[in-house]
């Protein structure tokens, strides 16, 4: 089974880009997975932000981050990117990276296979 790690996470003005990160821990790969990223505000419930499927020909993306967030996968070194741009104090959340085989169960629960531990994102106002 896949392990994840997150990095990317911080501080940012409103307006301001980050780019995060999930890798594979070492030794693991993410051959034929499905990858997705999904944050959680304080306070609310996690919610979905984008996936991409294993070939990185498919991208989804929730409605709320459509245009400045893009999701991307280099699969030779078994990571996943989340490039945030245009940030705005509405994103601030805990960021997770997920995993499963299934890039429709991605996008439809969060009942997936692998999930990272998550990197804080603060957008300052």
């Known amino acids: 089974q896949v392990q994840l790690v997150e990095s990317g996470g911080g501080l940012v003005q409103a307006g301001g880009s980050l780019r995060l990160s999930c890798a594979a821990a070492?030794?693991?790969?993410?051959?034929?997975?499905?990858m997705g990223w999904f944050r959680q505000a304080p306070g609310k419930e996690r919610e979905f932000v984008a996936a991409?499927?294993?070939?990185?020909?498919?991208?989804y993306y929730a409605d709320s981050v459509k245009g400045r967030f893009t999701i991307s996968r280099d699969n030779t070194k078994n990571t996943v990117y989340l490039q945030l741009n245009r940030l705005k104090p509405e994103d601030t959340a805990v960021y997770y990276c997920?995993?499963?085989?299934?890039?429709?169960?991605?996008?439809?629960?969060?009942?997936?296979?692998?999930w990272g531990q998550g990197t804080l994102v603060t957008v300052s106002s």
């Open positions: 997920a995993a499963d085989l299934s890039v429709s169960r991605m996008t439809s629960s969060f009942d997936l296979e692998v």
């Open positions: 070492s030794g693991r790969t993410f051959s034929g997975y499905s």
């Open positions: 991409v499927a294993w070939t990185g020909g498919m991208t």
